[in-house]
């Protein structure tokens, strides 16, 4: 037999994931809020941070919000028991029996699903939601079709009355743009004359609009610590990072100036540089579009990316770090990183990052 293999020896990338700051940032998003009902949007895996590990930690929302019926049910095989919302509805008579089933809140975005209701014969009426497509053109009713389609569903036996409507904001990240103003206004416009509950604004429209703060306000990615506005982090808007990515460092070489380093030779050495190699790539869905200067962190020191990202692994410039050492741990983002920075490096938004995390990566929960 082979020794025991400690994990501790062998452990490369891994996602730390502290539950409980997310617990913290949904206080701070009710001390914006405070009259505000919370619907918890713990949809594609919890943004990667685990789905019923954050339904655990957030217990005090008032309700969670997932995308697809699949995620609904797996929360309630679980056991856990708040309201969920399902943000793409049904397709077909059986989905919904299964929302029915399950106690499942299904958001109406369509005529034809209205026709499903009014055929299914439900035991007892289901809670759906009604979204309004104000400018996002993706799911919703048009403002048009708002008043005979509430006016079927009003008389529709399989639906608890009243019904509440949504919609969703295309552009309340963008602080000078006028649409969000577009956006309310026609909101407001459908359904002013009803006294059913609203639900508008996501992270970005809580925490900066006031005019999208309703009854339920739905916000995914401030509770997992990171800002919905580019230019800005989660830090500034007291938020705290719920995901710390990290690997190990497995090589440090010192290499001559004017040597080209990884796929393609992209990077080359302006002087002579200690270049480590980290274990981590895309293959654990760091992005292989971050850039060449990147920070990552080693022992509270921020060294860059030097060179492509392969698969496996990354290569990096010690230059900020002279006191590194093989073994050493590397934080790629979260505590001490914020993620948004590592997204500007690469084209994207956090919200691709903390999705992307493979399965090889090793959750921790702290
Ligand atoms: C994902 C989503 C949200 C949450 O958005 P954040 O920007 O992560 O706060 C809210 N509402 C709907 C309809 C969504 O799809």
């Known amino acids: 037999m082979p020794a025991r293999v400690t994990e501790d020896a062998t452990r490369a990338a891994h996602a730390i994931i502290d539950a409980a700051a997310a617990g913290r940032n949904l206080r701070r998003i009710r001390s914006v809020v405070p009259d505000a009902r919370v619907m918890a949007v713990i949809k594609a895996n919890a943004y990667g941070h ?20 699949d995620e609904g049910l797996s929360l309630r095989q679980c056991g856990i028991p708040q309201r969920i919302a399902v943000l793409q509805g ?3 008579e059986d989905e919904l029996q299964a929302h029915a089933g399950y106690g499942l809140e299904p958001v109406i975005h369509s005529d034809w699903q209205v026709a499903i209701l009014e055929n299914a014969h439900l035991s007892t009426p289901i809670r759906a939601w009604l979204k309004v497509d104000t400018g996002m053109r993706r799911l919703g009713i048009l403002p048009a079709e708002f008043e005979p389609l509430v006016s079927r569903l009003r008389q529709c036996a399989s639906v608890a009355q009243p019904i509440p409507f949504m919609s969703h904001l295309a552009n309340a990240d963008e602080l000078g743009d006028s649409f969000t103003d577009q956006q309310m206004a026609l909101f407001r416009d459908v359904t002013q004359s009803t006294a059913s509950e609203c639900s508008v604004a996501n992270s970005a429209g809580l925490l900066a609009w006031e005019s999208t703060r309703s009854d339920w306000v739905r916000p995914g990615i401030s509770l997992y610590g990171v800002s919905p506005f580019p230019n800005r982090t989660g830090i500034e808007e007291d938020l705290e ?21 990884g796929y393609g030779g992209d990077w080359i050495s302006p002087h002579s540089t200690r270049l480590g190699v980290a274990a981590i790539g895309y293959g654990d869905g760091y992005p292989r579009l971050a850039r060449s200067g990147t920070p990552v962190l080693i022992r509270n020191q921020r060294v860059t990316l030097a060179g492509r990202v392969s698969m496996d692994m990354i290569t990096l410039d010690l230059s900020g770090c002279p006191d590194c050492r093989v073994g050493d741990l590397v934080t790629l983002w979260g505590q001490g990183l914020p993620v948004e920075e590592i997204a500007n490096g690469a084209g994207t938004i956090p919200y691709d990052l903390l999705c992307g995390i493979t399965q090889r990566v090793k959750i921790i929960e702290t």
């Open 90 to 92: 049904f397709v077909s």
């Open 241 to 261: 990072p719920v995901m710390t990515l990290r690997t190990r460092l497995i090589s440090i070489r010192q290499i001559e100036a004017g040597t080209r380093v």
């Open 50 to 69: 685990g789905m019923l590990r954050i339904a655990h930690a957030l217990a005090e929302a008032d309700a969670f919000a997932v995308a697809r019926t």
